[in-house]
């Protein structure tokens, strides 16, 4: 699991680096970038997804025995968490009000909030 979720961190924050060259383009002359229009969201995403890949990185070096499913929740939820924040990119306002949005967010949250308290409980008892 430690490869998987060194893995995934590496490929989020590659992610991260270049979606750095969208902010650019955004905070430029342009202030748009193709659809995406709400810089903060941007910036809010690149961020979230820097954060969310240290924290895969964290845990794959410091857990000796991560339960897969919980890394496996681990790695989705870091996913989806950091892109909700992409989807209010494309509104002017920067929020999109969307049933399956709220429902992504949830579930997002949701599998995080399982993984984490997961990874504690089998931290504790190795």
């Avoid at 902010?23 to 903060?40: C, D, I, S």
Wanted: with cysteine; proline share 4%.
């Amino acid at each position: 699991m430690q490869t998987i979720l060194i893995s995934s961190g590496l490929i989020q924050i590659t992610f991260a680096v270049a979606l750095g060259w969208v902010m650019v383009a955004m905070y430029g002359p342009r202030k748009r970038f193709g659809p995406l229009v709400h810089a903060k969201r941007v910036l809010q995403c690149h961020i979230d997804n820097i954060l969310m890949a240290l924290l895969q990185f964290a845990i794959a070096a410091v857990h000796p025995a991560i339960p897969e499913v919980a890394g496996w929740l681990l790695v989705v939820g870091s996913w989806t968490n950091a892109q909700l924040f992409m989807v209010h990119a494309f509104s002017k306002e920067g929020y999109i009000k969307h049933r399956a949005i709220d429902i992504a967010t949830m579930i997002s949250f949701g599998l995080l909030s399982v993984a984490y308290p997961w990874l504690l409980y089998a931290w504790f008892t190795i």
